[in-house]
């Protein structure tokens, strides 16, 4: 980016993978079009049995259907759809405080090619233990395996200069957010982590914490050692 370039909500995609999410999904784009002033687009990978696709489109949202096949799969789905300059992930369940997106915007313009939103700096009290003690080891491990600190490895929130999603190849599903991370820390990129409010979850999770605690940990390992190897 050149230094008179200067990126505003008309070149942010928000994007999101979303699964029966229909007791959320309004109050999410709300805070968008709030944080924006409606200006970012939107965009949704849905897999849904209920309204959640619905709902979206009625709201303006670009969506894009497909057999549930994983969080990855729908996140990397919508990131290549997006085509605006930056690009904000988020998950559709009303935890992540969208009214940080002009702070994460201004991040970007001031040079950083990831802004990614740490849950755990402020304790994250709404998060159920189990999550919140695994998600702590994830970073831990992560930190281990890149030689420097990482403080919230799946935080659901990041902005994105669109070249970072474009330049590497994204190989996880269920540890996509922490390969999201790890693969642009291990390559030089400029990553910021900023502390972020948590909130309580709208409607049910779909995730084991079990299941999925162990497909994120063996992720992280994976590609942790992957780009030690490049």
Known sequence: MSASENYDFDDVSVVMGTYNEAAAIESVLD?????????????????????????????????????????????????????RPVIVTTDCDGTYPMDALPEFLDAINDGADVVSGDRLYHGAATMPPFNRLGNHTFAVLASVLLGERVHDTTTGMRAYRQEVIEDIEWTENTGLSAELLIRPLARGYDVQERPIEYGERLGETTLDPLSGGKDIARSILTVGLDERRR
């Not at 209920?50 to 789905?77: F, K, L, M, N, S």
């Open 31 to 83: 805070s968008i079009d709030e944080a924006t002033d409606g200006a970012a687009e939107t965009v949704c990978v849905d897999g849904s049995s209920d309204r959640t696709a619905e709902i979206a489109r009625e709201h303006g949202a670009r969506v894009i259907e497909q057999e549930p096949q994983g969080y990855g799969v729908a996140v990397a789905r919508a990131l290549r759809a997006a085509d």
